[in-house]
């Protein structure tokens, strides 16, 4: 199968600088997928170059098998939410909706139609003769959607689209939107810097750093085996050991990273379960989270290591300097290629 | 002074009068209080006999504006040249504008700012005098025209009628570029100030919907643009209007409202019709302001 989208040893370059460099991929049709970084990774200038607002200094960029690296925006088949909606403040709802239409040249009626079926599709008909100054952040977000799925385009580009909104809102739009993604089957892609929305609604997640890709991989893998220690600290909030603690647990200089839900938490002296790793240490911070806790605890080796508590664990003592022990399976530790 | 922001405090009515009263001494007494008296005075009129003002309440003054066919021609010339330098000084405006607000470096941009206010920081007497000789027959403009062998493209100007005449400095054609020089940075900055005001994001959102670079210019960028648009051409329609200086320095030896009142306040004495003729303006800048409303030049404010 054609992939819906592919970059073949695509650079950018700013002056000296490398806003990305040398990233190659694809998306296979009808894929959810996300590009996850921190700002200044690299993700949203990939965004750009898909949608063509920008050029790539090196490298190839393919949709649907065609190659788009001279083409401009308007003649690629992709369109872009915006992460500020740039909805049209001179337009209503419905005349945003209608504007792909309009700008082919479907007719007045038609395009009238068109915008209606998908403000319905976002459950926004009733505001369809509002002008976007009347929305909500959600609902403007809703429209900005609709404005880019009426062209039915072969790859829908979303650009940090839930970053404006508050936390209950962005939730239930996650999984509006994926529910949304397969209504149409279009291909999705996703920029965020929030790992769990990436997690949660993608089916193949790119990790950006210093524009390099450092891992592309299904959600679960990336939590389970990051590769690198940036993926392990960015996606999973993971713990990564390294030098004298490393040597101290495990007998070898080689890093690795265990995960906080992964770490238990015993009273200091107390006996370690048969075959388990442990060290000890000194709580220096806890976070009461409800269902977890987190706890930050200063090991005698030097570095801190974060644990997550469950609220049903047996009681302990909780005052910050107290002596504590943290116990680990041999399993949960992933080895990282790099630190 | 603790005492009195004390007392102040909480009384918000107060504050609110202190803060206003100089200014509004001002505007009250100073624009809006001579204009009624001018408005007052275009309701009075003239002795035939004795040439002293009546001040009972006519429209004789009106009626005198609008039967002669002179003052008529007067006004419908005056018009005219307003809306030509009008859309003229929009058509050159814009592209220095949108170049100004969306593609210059921030060092290009200041030059830009400076190079479109500097003119204003001449006399304005000076320029329009300057623009007589740059105009003149036998001037550096001809000459540059003729450098280029464009002569016979002038003289075919030239002998247009009506707009057309024995040189520049003595047409309508030469009256209009002057206007559309002296007016130009009042279409310039606020036409800038809008186009500045359109986000990147709405030309990118145009351009990824399908929109070719026009389409966006039409449905994007003007709508947004038309508030700048609108406030410019207010200036360019007014000043023109009321200018009657580059009428009586520059070109033919048509009468315009300007010129007018200059004359029938001073040397005709006519207080009543030059008071008349000031309203003139006034009454269609109201009508032009409210036919933009109605077009919905303000609606992306």
Redesign the interface.
């Known amino acids: 199968m054609t992939p819906a989208i592919e970059l073949a040893g695509v650079s950018r370059l700013f002056g000296p600088v490398h806003a990305l460099d040398d990233v190659s991929l694809s998306v296979a049709p009808g894929e959810f997928f996300a590009l996850l970084g921190p700002s200044g990774s690299g993700k949203t200038t990939c965004l750009r170059l898909i949608a063509g607002f920008d050029r790539p200094t090196h490298g190839k960029i393919l949709l649907d098998g065609e190659d788009v690296t001279a083409i401009p925006p308007f003649d690629r088949s992709v369109n872009t939410v915006f992460q500020d909606y740039a909805l049209f403040p001179h337009m209503s709802v419905a005349e945003n909706v209608a504007y792909g239409p309009k700008v082919r040249g479907v007719a007045e009626p038609e395009r009238k139609r068109l915008a209606l079926e998908v403000l319905e599709l976002v459950r926004l008909a009733k505001l369809a003769d509002r002008s976007p100054a009347q929305l909500s952040g959600g609902q403007k977000q809703r429209v900005a959607l609709a404005r880019a799925l009426i062209n039915k385009p072969k790859v829908l580009l979303l650009d940090e689209p839930l970053g404006a909104l508050d936390l209950r809102l962005r939730e239930e739009m996650q999984i509006e939107l994926k529910a949304i993604q397969q209504q149409v089957g279009i291909t999705f892609v996703y920029v965020t810097h929030d790992q769990g929305e990436a997690l949660s609604m993608a089916d193949r997640v790119a990790v950006f750093r210093d524009g390099r890709m450092e891992q592309l991989d299904s959600p679960r893998e990336l939590y389970v085996h990051p590769r690198t220690a940036f993926v392990a600290r960015f996606v999973g909030s993971a713990n990564v050991v390294d030098g004298e603690l490393a040597k101290h647990i495990t007998g070898a200089a080689r890093a690795f990273a265990i995960r906080a839900e992964a770490i238990e938490v015993i009273a200091a002296g107390a006996p370690v379960p048969a075959g388990a790793l442990s060290c000890e240490g000194v709580l220096e911070d806890l976070h009461y989270h409800g269902a977890t806790s987190r706890w930050h605890v200063r090991t005698d080796a030097g570095p801190i290591l974060a644990a997550v508590r469950p609220e049903g664990a047996a009681p302990i003592a909780t005052a910050r300097g107290c002596r504590v022990r943290l116990a680990w399976s041999r399993e949960s530790l992933v080895p990282l290629a790099d630190t | 002074m603790r005492a009195i922001a004390k007392f102040l405090y909480g009384r918000r009515g107060y504050y609110l009068a202190l803060l206003l009263l100089p200014p509004l001494l001002w505007l009250g007494t100073v624009y809006l209080g001579s204009l009624l008296a001018l408005l007052m005075q275009s309701f009075y009129a003239i002795d035939e006999f004795t040439a002293r003002i009546v001040p009972k309440l006519t429209l004789e003054t009106y009626r005198q504006l609008v039967i002669h066919p002179a003052n008529v021609d007067i006004i419908l010339r005056t018009l005219a040249m307003a809306a030509a330098v009008t859309v003229t000084a929009a058509i050159v405006a814009f592209p220095i504008a949108n170049y100004m607000a969306r593609y210059a470096s921030p060092r290009m941009k200041a030059f830009f700012y400076v190079g479109v206010m500097l003119p204003m920081w001449t006399s304005y007497l000076v320029k329009v005098y300057a623009w007589r000789l740059v105009l003149a027959k036998q001037g550096i403009l001809s000459w540059f025209l003729d450098q280029l062998g464009l002569l016979p493209a002038l003289d075919a100007a030239l002998a247009t009628p009506v707009i057309g005449g024995p040189s520049l400095a003595s047409s309508y054609l030469g009256m209009f570029i002057v206007f559309v020089y002296m007016w130009l940075p009042f279409m310039i900055l606020p036409l800038t100030a809008a186009l500045e005001r359109v986000?990147q994001?709405?030309l990118?959102?145009?351009?990824?919907?399908?929109?070719?670079p026009g389409?966006t210019f039409r449905?994007?960028i003007l709508?947004?643009a038309l508030p700048g648009l609108a406030a410019g051409s207010v200036f360019t329609f007014s000043l023109t209007l009321g200018d009657y200086i580059i009428p009586s320095v520059v070109g033919a030896p048509g009468y315009f409202i300007g010129m007018m009142v200059y004359q029938q306040q001073g040397t005709a004495g006519n207080l009543p019709l030059a008071a008349a003729f000031s309203v003139v303006p006034i009454i269609l800048i109201a009508i032009y302001l409210s036919l933009a409303k109605r077009l919905g030049a303000f609606?992306?404010l």
Do not use: F
Not at chain 2, 204 to 212: E, F, K, M
């Open positions: 986000p994001s709405l990118q959102a145009s351009a990824d919907l399908g929109a070719r389409q449905n994007v709508p947004l609606n992306a």
